[in-house]
Each structure stands twice: as structure tokens, then as C-alpha cells.
């Protein structure tokens, strides 16, 4: 019972650090980003270069994208670092659910775990969770190692056997899983917000469009062609963040899904060939203990 309770603690350990980490490396990239996209949206964009008179409180040059876009306002450099989290946590997401799959072909590893219980090797099939790694060897290993207990154990029943079985697994999929969630919230989250962004800053690239029609005399054509740049330029950014985020979202959560599936699976042909087998075993005992 000692041992159980260590392996429980460190494990949940492992856990709670995988998430103070990952909380961290949250909180550290969106203000670093947001202070990135600052200088890149004052300096790039606001290059003097880009502007009529080398001056950015004027016009932008003509066909000049740079300079249409610094005239965006406050919200282009909310925009861009939407637009940049998003590539960056997508590029997170990816190298923490490779690594959980592991280092080998998750569908393969799963059949030769099938394959080694059919056998009967249970050495042979915690090997190969050593060799797969990652969340779904260890889900996997923690519920060959309760099949291996299980084995030892003659005071309890079979439905008890397999009942702790799954259980173990279930616990072990608890702690593991849950670090593969971590920040597509962040993710699900800039779909909505970019879109709603981008939106503010087309309605005050309006507001200066119409601006321009309201003075008196004939309309400011440049300041109307300008106007209704930052509009579209702002609803171009705030569109093309959101979109990036909801797919980045989806494919994410197809990934994890099936992990899912594959630990379920794997979870599944523990718990049948140990049930299969434990009542072929109990059959052979007992008419030798009947004599």
C-alpha cells in the first residue's frame, strides 16, 4: 500500500510541474509577443520610409501596405500578436502531442500490445511501453503493471481484479491527459477575440472614412481611400487570425482524440485478456482442487 501511495504522489507531482510549466511558458509568450508585435507595428510598419515627406503622421505612399497598415491604429498591433500566438501555441501543441504519442506509431503499438497479451508476455509488453514512451506507453505500462499485481494476488475476485485494473487505468489517463489540453484554450479563445478585434478596428477605419466625407467642400479622396483601408486591412487580420485558430483548434482536438481512442483501446485488450484468461486458469484449478 506504501508503494501504491508513492507512485500515486509521484505521478500527480509530474503532473502539477507539467502544468506550473506550462502556465509559465503562457505567461512569459503572450506579453513578450504583444511587446514584439509593438516595435514591429511602430518601427516596420511606422518607418517613416512608408509615408509621403518621410513623415508617418502623413499619407502613405502609394501602394505602400506597410504604411496602409500602420495607419490601422491601436488595434494593428493587437492583431498581429493574436495572429502570432496563435502560430506560436499551434507550434507548442505539436511538439507536446508528438512527444506524447511517443516514438513509434501509436495504431502499431497498440497491436503489439494486443499481441504480447495474446501471448501471454507481460514482460515482453511493458518493454515495449518503455520503448514506445510518452503518455500513451505510460498509460498503457501502468495498466500492464496493475495486470501483472493483479496476477499475484489470490485473495481477490476476478471482478475485483478487473475492476482495479481499469481503474489504474483510468487514474493513469487522468494525469496524463490533461497536459495534451493544456493552452487550446488560449487557442479557442483567439478565434472568438480576433474576430471581434479585427471588427473595432474596421468600424473606426469607417468612422475616419466617413470623417472624410463629412468635411466641408469636396470629400478628402486620400483620407477616404485611407479610411476604408484600415477597415478592410483590420478585418483582413482579425478574419485571418480567427480562421488560423479554429482549424489549429479542431486538428488539435482530433490528435487528442485519438490518444484517446488508442489508450481506450489498449485499455480495453488489457482488461478482456486478463479476464479471458484468468477464467481459463480458474478452470484449470479447479478440478484439481476438487480432488
Not at 499551434?90 to 507536446?96: D, F, K, M, N
Not at 504480447?116 to 515482453?124: F, P
Not at 478452470?283 to 484439481?288: A, G, I, K
Request: glycine share 8%; hydrophobic share 45%; charged share 15%.
Amino acid at each position: 500500500m506504501e508503494k501504491k501511495t508513492a507512485v500515486v504522489s509521484k505521478d500527480a507531482n509530474v503532473e502539477k510541474k507539467s502544468g506550473t510549466t506550462s502556465s509559465l511558458f503562457a505567461t512569459i509568450v503572450i506579453p513578450v509577443a504583444f511587446i514584439a508585435c509593438v516595435l514591429i507595428y511602430m518601427f516596420v510598419f511606422g518607418n517613416p520610409a512608408n509615408f509621403e515627406g518621410g513623415d508617418n503622421a502623413n499619407h502613405p505612399l502609394p501602394d505602400n501596405y506597410l504604411g496602409i497598415v500602420y495607419k490601422g491604429g491601436w488595434v494593428v498591433p493587437i492583431l498581429l500578436t493574436l495572429n502570432l500566438l496563435v502560430f506560436i501555441f499551434a507550434i507548442e501543441r505539436s511538439l507536446t502531442i508528438s512527444k506524447a504519442k511517443g516514438t513509434k506509431n501509436v495504431a502499431g503499438f497498440v497491436r503489439t500490445i494486443s499481441s504480447k497479451l495474446n501471448q501471454r508476455d507481460i514482460n515482453g509488453a511493458i518493454a515495449a511501453c518503455d520503448a514506445q514512451q510518452g503518455s500513451v506507453g505510460n498509460v498503457v505500462k501502468a495498466g500492464l503493471l496493475k495486470y501483472k499485481e493483479m496476477q499475484n494476488e489470490p485473495e481477490l475476485l476476478k471482478a475485483e481484479k478487473v475492476a482495479a485494473i481499469q481503474k489504474e487505468i483510468e487514474e493513469s489517463t487522468s494525469l496524463e491527459l490533461p497536459m495534451l489540453e493544456k493552452n487550446l484554450v488560449i487557442i479557442s479563445t483567439i478565434a472568438s477575440v480576433s474576430t471581434l478585434t479585427g471588427l473595432i478596428g474596421t468600424v473606426l477605419g469607417m468612422v475616419k472614412a466617413f470623417s472624410a466625407l463629412a468635411t466641408a467642400g469636396s470629400p478628402d479622396a486620400v483620407a477616404l481611400a485611407n479610411g476604408i483601408s484600415e477597415a478592410l486591412i483590420n478585418t483582413a487580420l482579425g478574419v485571418t487570425g480567427s480562421a488560423i485558430a479554429i482549424i489549429a483548434y479542431n486538428f488539435f482536438t482530433s490528435k487528442i482524440d485519438e490518444l484517446t481512442y488508442s489508450i481506450d483501446e489498449a485499455g480495453f485488450s488489457i482488461i478482456s485478456t486478463f479476464a479471458s484468461q484468468h477464467e481459463t486458469a480458474a478452470n484449470t484449478v479447479r478440478p484439481h482442487t476438487t480432488i
